[in-house]
Structure formats: C-alpha cells, structure tokens
C-alpha cells in the first residue's frame, strides 16, 4: 500500500504568479520528506487549481494551461488539474467544450474535468457539451489518448485527489492523499477464511497503514500551516496481476469478474471500505479503470463485461466509467446518454462518479484497445448500442 498521490489544491490566477507555484513545490518537498521518513512510499505530487469558469474566460484556457504546464514542470510537479468547470456566463456550452479540448490538445500533463451534476441537479447542457470533447479529444490526439486527461464529473466535491476529478475549492491551499492499495485488497481477499474474515483483514490493513498516513499528514499541517482534508481509500490498482482489486475480487469467490456474483463481491469490498475508521474524502470506493487493472482489462477482452455492466457495480460501489475504451465511431448523441446515465446514478445515490471515456478512432468494438503508456494494459474495445440520447436532450432543454 503507497500514497499514489499527495495533491494539494491552489488559487491561481491568469498571470500564474511563480509564487504560488514555488510555493506548492516547497510544501511538496517537506511533505515528501515526512513521508519518507516514516518509510512510506509516495509515487508522485498533483497540483489542482480553482475551476477555469471562476478565473479565465474560455479563450484564456488553453493559454492558461500550457503556462501552468510550464511552470509545475520547471517547479519539478509532474501533473496538473484545472477542474471542475461549470457551465454559466461566457462558459457557454459551445465555448467550454472548444476551450478544453484546445487545453488538452495543447498540453501533455495537464487534466480537466467539467461537471455534469452538481449540487443534486444535473446540466443538460454541460453533459452534451462534454460529449463534445471527448469526440474532439479522440480526433485532436493520437488514438484519442488525449481523453487520459479528461473526465465528466457527477456530484464531485473539492479536494478528490484522483484526476482528472480534482479540484480545488478557493483559499487556502489544502491537500489530500491518493491511495494505490490493490496489493492489499489482494492480500486480504486471499487469504483463508471467511468472507468477514476477509474484510476484518483489510480493514485492520487500512487502518494501520492509513492511519501511519493520518498521523505524518497532521504532522505536515502542523508544520507547514496547509490543511489536510484526507485520505481518498479507493484501492486504486496497478496493472500487474498481484495489484489487481478485480484480482483480489476474484479471489475472495467470484470464479470470472463479470459473471455471476461480482455486484456482491464488489459490495463487500465497499462496505469494508466503509468499516475502517480512517479520514475519508473523495470516492473513497471500488475502481474499476479497465485499462489500469491487468485482469479486469482481460475480463472485457474475454466479453465477459459491458458498459451497463461497469455501470451497475457504480450503483453499488464505483467511481464511475474510467478508463473505457469504445469504438471511434461512437456518435456524440450516444456519449451524451452515456455520460446522463452517470450522472442520474450520482444524483439519485448522492455519490460522486465520473466518466472516462475514450473512443479510439478507426477501431470497432472487439478490437485490441493497446496504448504506449507504461500504466495501461491491452484490453478490447468495448461495443455500444448505437443509440444515443440527443432527443432526451433537446426535450430536457425545452429545444424540440
């Protein structure tokens, strides 16, 4: 179990003062060496500033982010997220989805999220414009990679330290941690036992290893005067087999994930998730990237997963679609009911999830989904029903 990620949020503005940036690499650095000398690994440093719509205008996007780009780069921060955009004033629907998918075509280390649902509604508007990006995304960025950086957010509060979903909600600079625990859900679901046996395992792991965590990060906020808002515990996995959760999920008694029995497996491990007395933020639930977790990437190739598949384990535990690779041809209409699908399940269960989505142009569904980046593994392109929902939307908006 590693800290996948400390990510801390900042207020930035368009002339991106060196300051704010400098200031965030030093907090890194300390917060870095904390961990350190506990012996607890730390993968990498994420800097979040407020959404784009409270400080840019949608031409300033693009512009915005290629200068952050270069500063967290020469700041020594690998990633950067300008997330959580809403729709409203000059953020039309038509100028935000032109103004992100220039952002991220311009830009190799910087995320962006636009919020589909909040606040318990969900924007019409908003999900047909992120439709829209991630068709523009496919097109501007080689095999549609592009869409790495970008999700469509539903119900997503401040301070989720996973990206594309960060972000920060103004003020002070806050930071929270990302878990990379596959490897202990597998540990724990493996062992002999029973099935309580295996969640009283897990969340003794948890509450130990999280809790070292708890102790170093308030430590930091002590030291450096940042607040902490926690620990998102989703087992984010690794793509070998052994930090697989679909592995672990295997292991505790469902013979193929996505056959029979998988919605109670994937409840179990929530409900464990639930159980350990830890500072939780974010998802704090059940992934599922499919091509991020080696055996899940496996299952949909082998046919055995859909995307209402993926869909029906986020009604019960996930984050949502991540990671999912459809076929080029996928028409903005059908990404649009898709993406409404994920923010109905959010609005009614009150939970945050988002959708990752990546059309990967010339490819049909059942054809190899492969990308040269070290943390995704092979998978198919998983087939959808070639009908959208563009006329839901036109009636939701009084346009038809």
């Known amino acids: 179990m590693q800290i996948r990620s400390i990510t801390v949020g900042v207020d930035a503005s368009f002339s991106l003062a060196d300051a704010t940036i400098d200031a965030a690499a030093s907090f890194f650095e300390q917060a870095k060496r904390a961990f350190d000398a506990d012996e607890i690994v730390v993968q990498s440093a994420r800097l979040s500033t407020q959404p784009a719509h409270r400080f840019l205008s949608p031409a300033q996007l693009p512009h915005f982010a290629s200068a952050l780009q270069g500063a967290c780069a020469k700041a020594g921060i690998p990633y950067a997220a300008v997330g959580g955009v809403q729709l409203g004033g000059a953020w039309t629907e038509e100028a935000a989805s032109a103004a992100i998918v220039d952002a991220v075509a311009a830009t190799d280390s910087v995320f962006s999220s636009l919020q589909i649902a909040a606040d318990a509604a969900i924007d019409y508007r908003a999900a047909r414009a992120a439709a829209r990006v991630i068709a523009g995304i496919a097109t501007r960025t080689t095999n549609g990679f592009g869409n790495l950086r970008f999700t469509a957010a539903a119900q997503c509060p401040a301070n989720i330290p996973f990206f594309p979903a960060a972000w920060h909600a103004g003020g002070p600079m806050r930071f929270s941690l990302a878990l990379q625990a596959g490897d202990a859900v597998v540990q724990a679901f493996g062992a002999p036992g029973s099935l309580d046996d295996a969640e009283t395992r897990l969340v003794a792991a948890l509450e130990a290893v999280v809790g070292r965590m708890e102790r170093v ?71 599922l990237p499919v091509l991020e977790d080696s055996v899940l990437a496996q299952r949909v190739a082998e046919g055995l997963l859909t995307v209402n598949d993926l869909l029906l384990y986020s009604t019960i535990c996930g984050t949502g679609l991540d990671t999912v690779p459809l076929p080029g041809d996928t028409s903005e209409g059908e990404l649009v009911g898709i993406l409404l699908d994920v923010a109905a399940l959010a609005t009614a269960l009150g939970k945050p999830l988002t959708a990752r989505l990546f059309p990967v142009p010339g490819k049909r569904a059942g054809d190899e989904a492969s990308f040269d980046f070290p943390f995704f593994v092979p998978s198919r392109v998983l087939a959808t029903k070639g009908h959208g929902a563009a006329a839901l939307v036109a009636r939701a908006l009084g346009e038809a």
């Open 217 to 287: 990060a308030a430590a930091i906020e002590r030291a450096t005067g940042v607040t902490f808002a926690g620990v998102d515990v989703s087992p984010a996995p690794f793509p070998v087999d052994m930090a697989s959760t679909v592995f672990a999920l295997e292991a505790l008694g469902v013979e193929r994930f996505g056959g029979a029995g998988s919605a109670l497996a994937a409840w179990r491990l929530t409900r464990t998730l639930k159980r350990a007395k830890v500072a939780r933020c974010g998802f704090s639930g059940l992934m």
